[in-house]
């Protein structure tokens, strides 16, 4: 039996075939860096939607002509909401958006023409294209209970809002957040006031 030559392999064989293992090693190592650094971006971008700027869909029409139904807005948590301000919250499995009209302890007044007065100063509303007494069943003057807020609809005439004591004041521990921004369409970007 003939004894078989086997060679050594070159010096460049050998680099050729270390080059080819690194880089190897190198593609798995950034593929696999890469792949973990997306998902902790995907986590941290989850938790700040939901936890400090959620972004929602407006459905309806209560808040026309500020938000149109289909607009996407997003919402800035915050313990703080001011007289004008709009906010979403929870009610009844949903989330509605309306505006702050009063906060806890004012009284609200709302005449059989649609104008709102608190505490006894009419509100200055330029957001409004029509004012409308709209669904009211409770007696006014009303004084919004502690730890609560009156919210109304732009769209006075079809909004159900604090005016009805199926939805009534706001608790404050049900506010989702301010909504501060309508990022959709996009022709329509801009700051909600």
Same mark, same amino acid.
């Given at each position: 039996?003939?004894?078989?030559?086997?060679k050594a392999p070159t010096l460049e064989q050998l680099e %050729?075939?270390?080059?080819?293992?690194?880089?190897?090693?190198?593609?798995?190592?950034?593929?696999?860096?890469?792949?973990?650094?997306?998902?902790?971006?995907?986590?941290?971008?989850?938790?700040?939607?939901?936890?400090?700027?959620?972004?929602?869909?407006?459905?309806?029409?209560?808040?026309?002509?500020?938000?149109?139904?289909?607009?996407?807005?997003?919402?800035?948590?915050?313990?703080?909401?001011?007289?004008?301000?709009?906010?979403?919250?929870?009610? !009844? !499995? %949903? +989330?509605?958006?309306?505006?702050? +009209?009063?906060?806890?302890?004012?009284?609200?007044?709302?005449?059989?023409?649609?104008?709102?007065?608190?505490?006894?100063?009419?509100?200055? $509303?330029?957001?409004?294209?029509?004012?409308?007494?709209?669904?009211?069943?409770? $007696?006014?003057?009303?004084?919004?209970?502690?730890?609560?807020?009156?919210?109304?609809?732009?769209?006075?005439?079809?909004?159900?809002? %604090?005016?009805?004591?199926?939805?009534?004041?706001?608790? $404050?521990?049900?506010? +989702?957040?301010?909504?501060?921004?309508?990022?959709?369409?996009?022709?329509?970007? %801009?700051?909600?006031?």
């Open positions: 039996m003939a004894k078989e030559n086997k %050729s075939e270390l080059k080819k293992e690194t880089y190897k090693n190198n593609y798995s190592r950034v593929l696999r860096s890469t792949f973990f650094s997306l998902i902790v971006v995907a986590a941290i971008a989850v938790i700040i939607a939901v936890m400090v700027l959620p972004v929602l869909q407006i459905n309806g029409t209560s808040m026309t002509e500020t938000l149109q139904d289909g607009d996407i807005v997003v919402s800035v948590n915050g313990s703080s909401y001011d007289t004008g301000d709009v906010i979403a919250f929870y009610f !009844n !499995n %949903s +989330i509605l958006v309306k505006r702050v +009209i009063a906060r806890e302890g004012q009284w609200v007044d709302i005449d059989e023409s649609g104008n709102v007065t608190v505490d006894g100063k009419r509100l200055s $509303e330029p957001y409004l294209q029509e004012k409308a007494f709209g669904e009211c069943n409770i $007696e006014l003057p009303y004084q919004v209970p502690d730890g609560r807020c009156f919210v109304m609809g732009d769209h006075r005439a079809t909004s159900i809002d %604090s005016r009805n004591k199926a939805v009534g004041c706001i608790s $404050e521990d049900v506010i +989702i957040g301010k909504i501060i921004l309508r990022i959709w369409p996009l022709n329509t970007i %801009s700051r909600i006031s």
